[in-house]
């Protein structure tokens, strides 16, 4: 999935960096947080507001507060990595990279009647334009889910095994894919493992019966892909294969997917078709979506689970539109291999707060969004090698760096050296408590088996954590 959205952004670049964007307010606070809670810092200013790298600013509250998020705005976009103090302490509360035009930084409840943000790296001269402070005790909602995308391939081959047990069981739902695809007929396929024998149909029980037994009370649902040739229905390209399926054929498409349901017990079905083009396609897609909405209701009146992964410029009038986004359970949105000026491709201004405002704008219910975050890196360059979080969790997460400078192999064989852009885990918690924040419908993982099974160290567990220190404000 992220390397097809690594070929859209590529595709849609000019969409990306003006019409994606476009409306987007960088000093706009959502109502969700200015509307519900009160400024705290609404009467301070900054004592310094500006200065070079290894410099800090100043914010004087004029009293004593006590916050757990912050919100900061940049005067350009020269920070690189910054870290945040109580008064006069001399070790951080916090640390993480950019601020730009818009960033929420969150942690656990400090007192303090100043901050100081220390700037470690940056660009050049910076300017701080304003501050925000608020004390959220929103709780994520009941239904606020922890998804996970786990591939057929890891499960087969035993990458993810019994180390992954804690991390695992933090997980509320999981989506299984790369073992099932559909054909232009309408039919389902089983793909087979070479870490296996059996065949496609052994290898994917295998593959639910180990998240089952790691997870037994997690939702399961499963992707249904269409862009593979095994099939042998005799298209060749995936667009076409999906109009097929979801056109012509779409009745049978949908009786199968229906004994594929009831086969396999599962929670319902998900599909990545990231590759729509002409508005000929999204109908096709859409009105699809709104017969088999139709379908699982009339069948399952307990309920099936109908989502999507969707990239935000796929979404609008003429493409995926509110109506067929409405018959939807989750709107996956994938946030990330979106390259910003640094060649960071996850950022918090970009792949969290654009994102998010993106989706509002176009018609999506932000209750049914899955804020999509990355376990993966990319170089900053742009190269097309994906490199594995739990191969630096030890380097990136005790000390909250971000980049990591390796050689490594591209997929056409080449090797590159340009350093590596992750979400460690204080971003991860970050983008985390603001989707609570919003009200959104989860978070969504790509994916499990680039996580560490080192609960300490997982993104996962980030996640976990983020919910569960707002839950005990409750407390």
């Known amino acids: 999935m992220k390397k097809l959205a690594t070929v859209l952004a590529a595709i849609f670049l000019v969409t990306i960096l003006t019409a994606a964007f476009a409306g987007c307010s960088p000093d706009h606070t959502p109502g969700e947080i200015a509307d519900n809670y009160t400024d705290l810092a609404a009467e301070g200013e900054f004592s310094v507001s500006s200065g070079d790298e290894g410099e800090s600013a100043v914010f ?25 103090y109580a008064d006069d302490d001399t070790e951080p509360f916090y640390r993480s990279d950019l601020i730009e035009e818009f960033r929420a930084c969150s942690f656990e409840p400090v007192t303090a009647s100043s901050v100081r943000i220390k700037v470690n790296e940056s660009g050049g001269g910076w300017s701080l334009g304003q501050l ?35 991390v695992m069981s933090c997980v509320t739902q999981f989506n299984v894919i790369s ?8 039919g389902i396929n089983y793909k087979d493992k070479d870490s296996r024998s059996g065949g496609g149909e052994a290898d994917f029980a295998y593959a639910l019966d180990k998240v089952r037994s790691m997870a037994p009370e997690a939702e399961i649902v499963v992707t249904i892909l269409g862009n593979d040739n095994f099939v042998n229905d005799g298209y060749t390209e995936t667009i076409p294969r999906h109009n097929a399926a979801m056109g012509t054929n779409s009745q049978t498409f949908i009786d ?62 003429g493409l995926f539109t509110a109506e067929y986004m409405a018959a939807l359970d989750q709107i996956e949105v994938m946030a990330y291999d979106l390259f910003d000026t640094n060649g960071y491709h996850s950022t918090f201004y970009r792949a969290c707060y654009q994102i998010i405002e993106n989706c509002r704008e176009r ?9 999509g975050v990355p376990f993966y890196s990319r170089p900053v360059n742009g190269d097309e090698f994906w490199g594995n979080y739990k191969d630096v969790a030890g380097v990136l997460s005790p000390s909250n760096v971000y980049l990591y400078d390796e050689p490594y192999v591209n997929l056409d064989g080449t090797t590159g050296t340009a350093a590596n852009y992750f979400n460690d885990r204080q971003m991860i918690y970050d983008k985390t408590q603001y989707a609570i924040d919003l009200g959104l419908g989860g978070i969504m993982i790509w994916h499990m088996a680039c996580d560490t099974p080192d609960a300490g160290l997982s993104l996962t567990t980030a996640i976990y954590d983020a919910i569960a220190d707002r839950a005990a404000l409750a407390e």
């Open 179 to 186: 073992g099932i695809y559909l054909d232009g007929n309408g």
């Open 363 to 371: 018609g999506a219910d932000l209750s049914k969004v899955h804020l």
């Open 132 to 166: 925000e402070a608020y004390h959220i005790d929103k709780q994520a909602d009941e239904d606020f889910r922890i998804m996970g995308y786990v591939t057929v391939d890891s499960l087969c081959s035993d990458v993810i095994d019994e180390e992954y047990a804690e």
């Open 60 to 84: 004087e509250f004029g009293k004593e507060i006590t916050f757990n998020t912050l919100i900061l705005r940049e005067n350009g976009s020269k920070i690189l990595q910054f870290d945040l």
């Open 256 to 317: 199968n997917i229906l004994e594929f349901i009831d086969r396999w017990d599962i929670d319902g079905v998900s599909f990545d078709y990231e590759y729509p083009s002409s508005g000929s396609d999204f109908r096709t897609y859409g009105e699809f979506v709104l017969d088999l909405r139709d379908a699982l209701d009339e069948k399952y009146p307990q309920g099936k689970l109908l989502t999507a992964a969707i990239a935000d410029w796929n979404m609008g009038s």
